[in-house]
């Protein structure tokens, strides 16, 4: 059965950057919608990042655009999310999640995410 893995997480000053990665196990996303959630302490979970099926499509929470960038690498099997400009307010756990069947529309709605879930990899950016 397949996975999701993410890694890239990791402790940062304000204004770095860190690149965290979604890797498939035993399939391809290429067919799949990705998106990057997060969730801080004591907050509910967010949308932050998506990429639509093929990368035909992108979408970012304002509290992120202009400063993150998703992409797909060509062999299918990871989705990355490029962070520059870390703020301490994008201090939490950040999840993947891949469906076959939605667009990028479906980040506002969590539970439409069934298909995969990463198990989170941690940023904390602090001084």
């Known amino acids: 059965q397949g996975k999701l893995v993410e890694s890239g997480g990791g402790l940062v000053q304000p204004g770095s950057s860190l690149s965290l990665s979604c890797a498939a196990s035993r399939f391809t996303l290429d067919h799949y919608a990705v998106a990057w959630f997060r969730q801080a302490p004591g907050k509910e979970r967010e949308g932050v990042s998506c990429i639509s099926s093929y990368g035909r499509s992108t979408y970012y929470a304002d509290s992120v655009k202009g400063r993150f960038t998703i992409s797909r690498d060509s062999a299918g099997n990871t989705v990355s999310l490029q962070m520059n400009s870390l703020k301490p307010e994008d201090t939490a756990v950040y999840y993947c999640?891949?469906?076959?069947?939605?667009?990028?529309?479906?980040?506002?709605?969590?539970?439409?995410?069934?298909?995969?879930w990463g198990q989170g990899t941690q940023v904390t950016v602090s001084s």
């Open positions: 999640a891949a469906d076959v069947g939605l667009t990028c529309d479906g980040i506002h709605y969590q539970s439409l995410w069934k298909d995969y």
